[in-house]
């Protein structure tokens, strides 16, 4: 079975400051793991994923993510927040062969301050 | 075109009513994904079609009855709703047949109340 843990429900960051979302996942096999963003009353877009290769994924808008086997984990970051980036971010796994069934965490509420 | 698109935007129905949601895209893709997503919360897979045949029903009540018309086409025929059906119904679509997992593109969703 896999499972996805998103740490904070609620990050605050400055505008202009680091963004720091955390995920953790737990996979009995290789996970395929994705970032996406939700913004109000809108679906969800991807920002980045990682597959197989390398393990620091570069997605849009500035983010990224760093796969961790050791830590299981795949945190996301940006250097520097952008007012704009205010949204929900999932975290999300699946796995080879049964890649259609993709399990999401329960989602990090992003707010930037002026 | 890498659009998934949805209608209604927005559904108000009563629990006698039957209505449809539709979900379409031309980006070729042979998987489509139904979603239920509650305020606040992650979404949920109801269904997946792949080359328009049902692959996954997560335990879905049978009020809601998923159609794949063709490769381009996704409905979800609604019946008999309660009001904790009320969420936002997300369409998305994929590439299949592939060695390893493609992203899912998202529509915008329908915003479903049921009274």
């Known amino acids: 079975a896999q499972s996805v843990t998103q740490l904070g429900s609620h990050v605050s960051v400055s505008e202009g400051a680091l963004v720091l979302l955390r995920c953790n996942y737990s996979?009995?096999?290789?996970?395929?793991l994705f970032w996406y963003v939700q913004y109000p009353n809108q679906g969800l877009q991807l920002l980045l994923k990682?597959?197989?290769?390398?393990?620091l994924v570069k997605g849009i808008n500035g983010f990224e993510a760093e796969f961790k086997k050791s830590e299981t984990s795949f945190h996301l970051t940006k250097p520097s927040a952008h007012m704009s980036d205010a949204a929900e971010y999932f975290c999300?796994?699946?796995?080879?062969?049964?890649?259609?069934?993709?399990?999401f965490g329960t989602g990090t509420k992003l707010q930037v301050i002026p | 075109d890498t659009e998934v698109t949805q209608t209604p935007k927005h559904l108000v129905m009563g629990m006698t009513n039957k209505k449809s949601l539709k979900c379409e895209q031309h980006?070729?893709?042979?998987?489509m994904y139904w979603y239920k997503q509650k305020a606040k919360k992650p979404p949920e897979l109801m269904f997946v079609?792949?080359?328009?045949?049902?692959?996954i029903n997560e335990s879905v009540p049978s009020r809601f009855s998923p159609e794949c018309p063709n490769s381009s086409l996704l409905n979800l025929h609604l019946h008999a709703l309660q009001p904790e059906d009320s969420a936002l119904y997300l369409c998305?679509?994929?590439?299949?047949?592939?060695?390893?997992?493609?992203?899912?593109?998202f529509g915008p969703g329908t915003r479903l109340t049921v009274l």
């Open positions: 990682y597959t197989t290769g390398a393990t």
């Open positions: 980006m070729g893709h042979r998987a």
């Open positions: 998305a679509s994929s590439q299949e047949g592939l060695a390893a997992p493609n992203e899912q593109f």
């Open positions: 079609y792949s080359y328009e045949k049902l692959s």
């Open positions: 999300a796994v699946t796995y080879s062969g049964g890649y259609q069934k993709v399990t």
């Open positions: 996979s009995s096999v290789p996970p395929y």
